[in-house]
């Protein structure tokens, strides 16, 4: 089966099978950065209708629950294992920091599937590294979704160890420095630390499993 995937910034993506949608880490209005001086500059991402709405943690630029439309099942910032239009949704608590959340709070790591894969998005992911507890839940993933872009979560070189770590054949890098983005690092430090894939647009479609981690680089929305 074939998965495409549309990235509109920083975390939020549509993913869809042809028939069911899934729409992760929306965010809204970010006016309110500018004064503290930070760019963040995607276009506003427009009103979408989804099957299931997942929200990592309840920072502006992830939890914009009003982006998407009809009645999607929602499941936002909590832990547990959920019903969904998809299947089940395992909801794995983890920190937005390497300080047992005291320092950026808590986040949620979603785990479910679509199209044939098996799908993690890793929100604001901040620990050092996955713990055992939380890797068990994962289980074996076929697309993950990782941050990047240090600062406020992990770097590019954790994420790719992460990617080894859950047998990911898929990666798609998010949170980082992009033209619109000034405030997190660049790509280049996880694209040095494994085999990478560009797509000249923010859309991509995942069809088949790869024989290494792979990171699945899409454009950023400009």
Request: glycine share 10%; proline share 9%.
């Amino acid at each position: 089966m074939a998965l495409e995937i549309q990235w509109f910034g920083q975390s939020a993506f549509r993913l869809s099978d042809g028939g069911l949608v899934v729409f992760i880490d929306p965010f809204g209005p970010m006016d309110g950065l500018s004064g503290r001086k930070l760019r963040f500059a995607y276009p506003p991402i427009p009103v979408q209708v989804a099957d299931l709405l997942l929200i990592t943690h309840e920072h502006l630029d992830h939890n914009h629950q009003a982006t998407v439309s009809g009645s999607p099942v929602v499941v936002r910032s909590t832990a547990g294992s959920f019903e969904s239009p998809c299947g089940p949704v395992t909801a794995i608590a983890s920190e937005h920091d390497p300080v047992a959340g005291t320092r950026r709070g808590p986040n949620t790591i979603f785990a479910f599937s679509l199209g044939g894969f098996r799908i993690a998005h890793f929100g604001d992911f901040g620990q050092l590294a996955l713990r055992p507890e939380q890797k068990a839940a994962l289980g074996q993933i076929d697309l993950a979704f990782l941050p990047v872009g240090a600062g406020p979560t992990i770097d590019g070189n954790q994420a790719a160890e992460i990617a080894r770590e859950i047998g990911a054949s898929w990666v798609v890098p998010m949170h980082y420095r992009t033209p619109a983005i000034d405030f997190l690092e660049p790509l280049d430090t996880f694209l040095a630390a494994m085999p990478h894939r560009h797509t000249p647009a923010v859309t991509a479609v995942a069809e088949a499993a790869a024989e290494t981690p792979t990171a699945l680089v899409l454009s950023p929305p400009l």
